[in-house]
C-alpha cells in the first residue's frame, strides 16, 4: 500500500511563507491611494465606517471589494467587518473584481403603496427603455415622498408626481443633485426670537425640573411610533450617571410616513432648539443626528444650519452635535439597531435588557427621540403643558401630525386633534376622497399598523384606540384605500416590503416574512397556516419588524374575508 509523499518544509521557510503571503484580500496600492484621497478629512475611526463608505460609494456609484480592503487598512479594522456592514445597506454596492460596475445613474422608483396606487408599476414598466442602457432604473421601497406619489429619485434628485417625460429629462439633462426648497434659516429663525428660550434655559431663566413638568404634563408620547411618554423618558435618563448622549431619530421608513421630513424642510432651527433644550434639561454631553439617506436636501441643508448654529452659538457651551447619515435600512429606525448604526455596524436590534436609557450608544445612558417629539418641545415649554393636553377629540388629549397619502385630494400632513376618526379627517383636512372614488379601507399606522374598512373610520386615531382592532397608530401615516382598490393587494405590497428590509438577525421575521409572502401570493390563503405563522412572528421576533409584520395579513383574514373568497 502506498502512501502519500508529505513534503518537508523547514520552519523557518513557513514563517516567511506566511509573510509573504498574509490571509486576507491584499492591499492594491492604486486604490488604497484612491480611499486616501475620498476620505481625506474625516477622522480614521470605527464608528465612522459608513461615512467612509459613503464617501466612496458617492464618488464611484458602488463599492469595489479592493476600495473595502484599502479601507479596512486605512481604519485597522478586519476585512470581513467593513465588508459585512457594505453589504448591509441597500444603498451600497459591493462590486468584485472582474464584475461589472454599475450604470454612471441610478433611478429609483418608489414602489411603496401609495406610489402604487398613483402609477409606479407603469413608470418601472417604461422607463427603462426610454432611458436606455446607460441608466440603471431600480424599484426603491419608501423614499419618504408618499404625499408627491408617484416619486421617481435620479441619483439625489427628487421627482415629485413623476412621470416619464419628467424623469427622463431630469436624467438626460443631469439633474442629479437634491433641490433645497425655502425654509426658515438661522438668520430668519433668530429675527423671530429663536433660541431665546435656550438662552432663558442657560442663564436661570427656566428651572429644568418645571421644563420636565411640563412635558409630562402635556401627555406628549414619542411620535416616531412607540409612544413611550417624553417626560418620563427625560427624568430616566436625567437620574442615570454621565457622561450621557442623545441619539436622534429621523430615519422616518415607514411607508406612508414624511411628517418629519416635511417639518424639518421648512422649520429645521425650531426642531434644533427643541433638541438642545431638552438636551440641557437631561444633561446631555453629545448628540448624534441619525438622518435617514433618502433625505439628500434635508442633509444639505442640516450641514449647512448646523455650521452656522456652531459659528454663532447661542449660549456659551453647547454639547457636540454630529450629523450621521443613513444608508437605506428601514430596521434602522428601531431605537436600537439605530445607534448600532451609528457606531458604523450593521443596524440589527439588540437584545433588551439593558435598556438604551441605561446602556444605549457607545455603552453610554442615552435619551433617544424621533425628530417631531423635539419639534414640539419649544412650544410646549413656552405655552406650557395644558396647551398641547387641551386639544384632542373624542376623549383623546393632544395633536397628531398625520401623514395623510393614497386617495384623498389633499394628501399632505395635516395637524389635527388627537382622536379625530378617519372619516373626519378626511373630510376636514384632505378636501374628501378623489372625485370617482369611494372610502373602502386605510392603513391607520404605516405599513405595519394593520387595514381596517371604512365601517371602522369612526374609531379615534390615537395611541391605544385601534389595538382592540388589531391596528395602532404608531407614527400616524395615513394611508387611504377607495373601492378600485383591494386590501389584499396592500397586504401583499407591504410584506415585499417587510421581507426586503428583514435584517435577517432572528429566524421568525428572516423566514416568516419571506414564507409569509410566498402563502399571501397564492390565489388562495392557507388562513390556519398564516395564522401559526402570524402567532410564532409575534412572539419569537426580537424586535418590530417581524413582530409587526403579520398585522397587514391578520388584517385581511379579520375584517376583509370576502376578498379571500374571491
Given at each position: 500500500m502506498s502512501h502519500p509523499v508529505i513534503p518537508i518544509v523547514a520552519e523557518g521557510a513557513s514563517r516567511q511563507r506566511k509573510r509573504e503571503a498574509p490571509k486576507g484580500r491584499r492591499v492594491d496600492p492604486d486604490s488604497l491611494a484612491d480611499v486616501q484621497t475620498l476620505t481625506a478629512g474625516l477622522p480614521r475611526r470605527r464608528d465612522l465606517l459608513i461615512e467612509h463608505l459613503h464617501r466612496i460609494n458617492d464618488a464611484l456609484g458602488c463599492l469595489p471589494t479592493t476600495h473595502l480592503a484599502a479601507l479596512a487598512a486605512e481604519l485597522r479594522m478586519a476585512q470581513t467587518e467593513v465588508y459585512e456592514v457594505a453589504s448591509f445597506y441597500h444603498h451600497f454596492e459591493v462590486v468584485r473584481e472582474g464584475q461589472a460596475r454599475p450604470a454612471a445613474l441610478t433611478v429609483r422608483v418608489c414602489a411603496s403603496l401609495s406610489c402604487e396606487l398613483a402609477g409606479a408599476a407603469e413608470l418601472l414598466e417604461k422607463l427603462p427603455a426610454i432611458l436606455g442602457a446607460d441608466v440603471r432604473v431600480l424599484a426603491a421601497p419608501c423614499v419618504g415622498r408618499c404625499e408627491q406619489a408617484p416619486v421617481a429619485v435620479v441619483g439625489?434628485?427628487?421627482i415629485p408626481h413623476a412621470d416619464?417625460?419628467?424623469?427622463?429629462?431630469?436624467?438626460?439633462?443631469?439633474?442629479?443633485a437634491p433641490v433645497l426648497e425655502d425654509y426658515i434659516d438661522h438668520e430668519r429663525y433668530l429675527a423671530h426670537g429663536g433660541y431665546r428660550l435656550l438662552q432663558e434655559c442657560h442663564a436661570g431663566g427656566r428651572d429644568a425640573e418645571a421644563v420636565i413638568g411640563a412635558m409630562e404634563d402635556s401627555g406628549l408620547r414619542g411620535l416616531g411610533g412607540a409612544g413611550f411618554p417624553a417626560g418620563r423618558k427625560w427624568r430616566i435618563v436625567r437620574a442615570?450617571?454621565?457622561?450621557?448622549l442623545m441619539a436622534v431619530n429621523i430615519d422616518e421608513g415607514e411607508p406612508g410616513t414624511f411628517k418629519d421630513r416635511t417639518y424639518l424642510e421648512r422649520d429645521p432651527h425650531r426642531f434644533l432648539e427643541g433638541m438642545l433644550i431638552a438636551a440641557w434639561a437631561v444633561g446631555i454631553d453629545d448628540i448624534y443626528l441619525y438622518l435617514r439617506d433618502e433625505y439628500h436636501a434635508c442633509r444639505v441643508m442640516l450641514e449647512r444650519e448646523l455650521a452656522k448654529l456652531l459659528a454663532d452659538p447661542p449660549v456659551a457651551k453647547l454639547p457636540g452635535i454630529h450629523l450621521r447619515r443613513g444608508a437605506g435600512a428601514y430596521i434602522c429606525g428601531e431605537e436600537s439597531a439605530m445607534i448600532e448604526s451609528i457606531e458604523g455596524k450593521r443596524g440589527m436590534p439588540r437584545l433588551r435588557p439593558p435598556y438604551v436609557a441605561q446602556v444605549g450608544l457607545f455603552g453610554r445612558p442615552t435619551l433617544e427621540h424621533n425628530f417631531e417629539t423635539l419639534y414640539w418641545v419649544r412650544q410646549i415649554a413656552e405655552q406650557g403643558g395644558a396647551w398641547f393636553a387641551a386639544h384632542g377629540r373624542h376623549g383623546r388629549k393632544g395633536?397628531?401630525?398625520?401623514?395623510?397619502?393614497?386617495?384623498v385630494k389633499k394628501p399632505g400632513v395635516h395637524l389635527a386633534p388627537a382622536g379625530i376618526t378617519v372619516a373626519e379627517l378626511i373630510e376636514e383636512y384632505c378636501g374628501g376622497m378623489q372625485d370617482g372614488h369611494?372610502?373602502?379601507?386605510?392603513?391607520p399606522g404605516g405599513a405595519s399598523g394593520g387595514i381596517l374598512p371604512a365601517s371602522l373610520g369612526d374609531v379615534p386615531l390615537d395611541f391605544d384606540t385601534l389595538q382592540p382592532h388589531g391596528c395602532f397608530i404608531g407614527s400616524a401615516a395615513v394611508i387611504v384605500l377607495s373601492d378600485q382598490d383591494r386590501a389584499i393587494d396592500a397586504a401583499r405590497n407591504m410584506m415585499a416590503f417587510f421581507k426586503d428590509e428583514s435584517c435577517g438577525q432572528c429566524t421568525p421575521c428572516r423566514a416568516g416574512t419571506a414564507k409569509a409572502l410566498q402563502l399571501i401570493s397564492q390565489p388562495r390563503w392557507d388562513v390556519e397556516l398564516l395564522g401559526e405563522l402570524s402567532a410564532?412572528?409575534?412572539?419569537?421576533?426580537?424586535?418590530?419588524?417581524?413582530?409587526?409584520a403579520p398585522n397587514p395579513v391578520d388584517s385581511v383574514i379579520r375584517h376583509f374575508p370576502h376578498e379571500l373568497e374571491g
Open positions: 439625489q434628485n427628487a416619464c417625460a419628467k424623469t427622463a429629462a431630469a436624467a438626460q439633462q443631469g439633474l442629479t442615570e450617571t454621565g457622561p450621557k395633536l397628531r401630525s398625520f401623514s395623510v397619502s393614497g386617495r369611494q372610502f373602502y379601507a386605510y392603513l410564532v412572528m409575534r412572539d419569537a421576533s426580537i424586535c418590530g419588524l417581524g413582530q409587526a
